[in-house]
């Protein structure tokens, strides 16, 4: 059976903490969907997952975009 986890935003933003949770999601090779009503929101935190410079790459995509 699957599981579930779901992180509640307290202190930091979603901006410097989601980069970090994708990171170590990564590393348990689970697969993961972030989900947001905001598109703007959604195509903002797309590029900023592309342009992460001082760790790395993390492969994504938004639904309805290129391959």
């Known amino acids: 059976m699957g599981a579930a986890y779901f992180y509640h935003l307290t202190q ?5 903490v989601l980069p970090q949770l994708l990171e170590r999601a990564l590393q348990q090779e689970w697969r993961i969907a ?16 592309w342009l992460k410079p001082e760790d790395g790459f993390l492969p994504h995509g938004l639904v309805g975009g290129g391959a």
């Not at 972030?34 to 997952?49: F, H, I, K, N, S």
């Open 12 to 16: 930091r933003p979603l901006e410097l």
């Open 34 to 49: 972030v989900r947001g009503r905001d598109p703007a929101q959604m195509a903002w935190l797309d590029e900023a997952l």
